[in-house]
């Protein structure tokens, strides 16, 4: 039986197949339209949304719990001050109850029509796959920042080694157990599929087509992101070097040899 979006949610915990982790900051006029689009695209899944605030200033809380009313799905959260979209994204990730976290970005230049598709070549890799990472095609950034971003994925990929062509892309699917073993830092999100492979796990890639915001403008800047990236660049390359070897554990059970 297909169910309505509205009727996707259960309470218990392990009971969802996926909790999408919305990060927003002064998004109030873009996470309305944003919400219903993934409702609409996990249509027949059991799943749940939680939107951090990270700190908005624009009635964005307002707007989530307007919405939230009239859609049990939605579990919001607040930053009561700013701290950054990795922070947002590790706050969804503690409080999510679905057995795979699904990122996207909260100004609606994602589409969330790709959600299944990430969730489906998840699944179809087995538990040796651990992230389904979207890459952006025909992104609607200024020309700086299209320089910038390729800039920082060839100097990544070269140094890391991680296969992946697009890192920055808010599109992702990860499974909520390995999500929870990886390293902490500002920034985080950016280097996830070389944090997967630190942990042994696989990461498949799926092609995603970048869409322009409808309202209000871009969080970030370009030069300072660029200057603290380089940083985190050689912080990642650190830990994936100091992990040498991927442990294989069982239980031991029975009797001790006599």
């Known amino acids: 039986m297909t169910l309505s979006f509205r009727e ?43 939107v951090v605030d990270d700190g908005s200033s624009d009635g964005t809380d307002k707007a989530l719990r307007d ?12 930053h009561e001050t700013s701290c950054g979209q990795s922070c947002a994204v590790r706050t969804g990730v503690l409080n999510a109850r679905g057995d795979v976290v699904a990122t996207i970005d909260g100004d609606g230049e994602n589409n969330p029509d790709y959600i299944p598709a990430l969730l489906d070549a998840l699944n179809a890799g087995g538990p040796a796959v651990a992230l389904a990472a ?17 800039f920082a994925n ?32 500002d920034s985080w999100h950016r280097f996830l599929p070389a944090l997967v492979i630190r942990e042994g796990y696989g990461v498949v890639h799926i092609d995603v087509q970048d869409r322009q915001r409808r309202h209000g403008t871009s ?8 200057l603290i990236g380089i940083l ?13 070897t991927i442990p294989s554990a069982r239980a031991l059970t029975g009797a001790p040899d006599a």
């Open 8 to 50: 996707t949610v259960t309470g218990s915990t392990g009971d969802l197949e996926v909790t999408v982790v919305v990060p927003a900051k002064d998004e109030a006029e873009n996470l309305p339209i944003l919400l219903d689009e993934i409702g609409t695209a996990l249509t027949g899944r059991r799943f749940e949304v939680i």
């Open 219 to 226: 969080k970030y800047g370009i030069f300072d992101r660029a």
């Open 154 to 185: 060839r100097l990544r990929g070269a140094i890391l080694k991680d296969n992946t062509r697009d890192s920055g892309c808010g599109l992702k699917a990860l499974r909520r157990e390995v999500f929870l073993q990886l390293p902490y830092f």
């Open 67 to 78: 919405y939230a009313k009239e859609n049990p799905w939605l579990r919001p959260f607040r």
């Open 232 to 244: 985190d660049l050689f912080g990642v390359w650190w830990l994936r070097r100091r992990r040498k």
């Open 134 to 150: 979207g890459q952006r095609l025909g992104r609607k950034a200024s020309l700086a920042k299209r320089l910038a971003s390729k």
